[in-house]
T-cell receptor
Framework: KAGVTQTPRYLIKTRGQQVTLSCSPI?????VSWYQQTPGQGLQFLFE???????NKGNFPGRFSGRQFSNSRSEMNVSTLELGDSALYLC??????????FGPGTRLTVL | SQKIEQNSEALNIQEGKTATLTCNYT??????LQWYRQDPGRGPVFLLL?????KEKRKERLKVTFDTTLKQSLFHITASQPADSATYLC??????????????FGTGTRLLVSP
């Protein structure tokens, strides 16, 4: 079974730009969660999608948004990028109530 | 506010010894707790899940305890090996059967096992 895939793996953007990250979950997993990981803050929950509906959202500004498609693939978008948005963005998929399977992440650098 | 604390200092141990990592939490009533391993530049990998009504869980050389009174979980690796060197994260969640889950992660403890 293929694992969680994320594209792109690396991204360099400048302040003010926007970015879209993609995540393909493990086949059969309908729950997809997104996390931001930085050295100072650790892993922080962004949002979770289940059957195309956002089930919960973390404490991030409205510049961070996401969506899920009917095939469970998910995208997250960050608009008006700031230097502090530089981080590893991780996507994880799971079955209800079970452990999460993480992708390799997208390393975003904002210059 | 909810807080999950893991020792931010690296834990250095000799090969063959038992490593014990601690996860403490406050202002939280988790339905279950998970432990993950993360290697540099990679996503976390699930290790063990323990539910609120379970005291202990084992998997090969790994053991997790969960004390909801002390609000603490201990993660043990017996007969540790250099390949066990990594950062270990604990995560708590209030799960529902509908599939909703919001995992709150600790900042992780780095384990270094010397030969």
């Amino acid at each position: 079974k293929a694992g969680v895939t994320q594209t792109p793996r690396y991204l360099i953007k400048t302040r003010g730009q926007q970015v879209t990250l993609s995540c393909s979950p493990i086949s059969g997993h309908r729950s997809v969660s997104w996390y931001q990981q930085t050295p100072g803050q650790g892993l922080q929950f962004l949002f979770e999608y289940f059957s195309e509906t956002q089930r919960n959202k973390g404490n991030f500004p409205g510049r961070f948004s996401g969506r899920q498609f009917s095939n469970s693939r998910s995208e997250m978008n960050v608009s008006t990028l700031e230097l502090g948005d530089s981080a590893l963005y991780l996507c994880a998929s799971s079955l209800p109530g079970n452990e999460q399977f993480f992708g390799p992440g997208t390393r975003l650098t904002v210059l | 506010s909810q807080k999950i604390e893991q020792n931010s200092e690296a834990l250095n141990i000799q090969e063959g010894k038992t490593a014990t990592l601690t996860c403490n939490y406050t202002n939280y009533s988790p339905a279950y707790l998970q432990w993950y391993r993360q290697d540099p530049g990679r996503g976390p990998v699930f290790l063990l899940l323990i539910r609120e009504n379970e005291k202990e869980k084992r998997k090969e050389r790994l053991k997790v305890t969960f004390d909801t009174t002390l609000k603490q979980s201990l993660f043990h690796i017996t007969a540790s090996q250099p390949a066990d060197s990594a950062t270990y994260l604990c995560a708590l969640a209030r799960a529902k059967n509908t599939g909703f889950q919001k995992l709150v992660f600790g900042t992780g403890t780095r384990l270094l096992v010397s030969p």
